[in-house]
T-cell receptor
Framework: NAGVTQTPKFQVLKTGQSMTLQCAQD?????MSWYRQDPGMGLRLIHY???????DQGEVPNGYNVSRSTTEDFPLRLLSAAPSQTSVYFC????????????FGPGTRLLVL | LAKTTQPISMDSYEGQEVNITCSHN???????ITWYQQFPSQGPRFIIQ???TKVTNEVASLFIPADRKSSTLSLPRVSLSDTAVYYC???????????FGKGTRLHILP
């Protein structure tokens, strides 16, 4: 099992550009989520999904869109990048809902100029 | 979700036992307590989970008093490689949202 994979590892964007951060898991997990982590800070929940076709907002959803067309994939879209979205983005998955062991991906470092 | 309070940072020395306490005064009856560890430039990883009393695994122990309003993560004989951020989470297995706080930044000194 590859676990949770994220691509790209690092990305530089200009303000106003759009992009998609990819997240995939091969563990047949129903629950997936996206977090952002700013320097010296904890993780903040952006969006989450309890299963294919179902998504919901977390703590900081503005500026981000998600979709869950398959169990395996949970892409995060930045519609119009802003410098405030410079952060490290982590994707996580678990077998079911909260308080099951969450498995995290390696992260994507995003720099918005 | 029950809110948690942890120390922002702690220092300790190699070989010592480290105890990190998390307060969760409004914990609900169905809530579990879960701890994660995050090394620099990596995603968090699960350490331990418990509901009451004491839980132990190969990495740590988790002590939960009878009133469950706090919990203590105990790391025995720490090494430099235990330098990390430790997060305490409290929630019901039926919750949809997993909320991380700022965690406790543990720095192990030689």
């Amino acid at each position: 099992n590859a676990g949770v994979t994220q691509t790209p590892k690092f990305q530089v964007l200009k303000t106003g550009q759009s992009m998609t951060l990819q997240c995939a898991q091969d563990m047949n997990h129903e629950y997936m989520s996206w977090y952002r982590q700013d320097p010296g800070m904890g993780l903040r929940l952006i969006h989450y999904s309890v299963g294919a076709g179902i998504t919901d907002q977390g703590e900081v959803p503005n500026g981000y869109n998600v979709s869950r067309s398959t169990t395996e994939d949970f892409p995060l879209r930045l519609l119009s990048a802003a410098p405030s979205q410079t952060s490290v983005y982590f994707c996580a998955s678990s077998y079911s809902r909260v308080q099951e062991t969450q498995y995290f991906g390696p992260g994507t470092r995003l720099l918005v100029l | 979700l029950a809110k948690t309070t942890q120390p922002i940072s702690m220092d300790s020395y190699e070989g010592q036992e480290v105890n990190i306490t998390c307060s969760h005064n409004n914990i609900a009856t169905n809530d579990y307590i879960t701890w994660y560890q995050q090394f620099p430039s990596q995603g968090p990883r699960f350490i331990i989970q418990g509901y009451k009393t004491k839980v132990t695994n190969e990495v740590a122990s988790l002590f939960i008093p009878a009133d469950r309003k706090s919990s203590t993560l105990s790391l025995p004989r720490v090494s430099l490689s235990d330098t990390a951020v430790y997060y305490c989470l409290v929630g019901d297995k039926g919750d949809d949202k997993i909320i991380f706080g700022k965690g406790t930044r543990l720095h192990i000194l030689p």
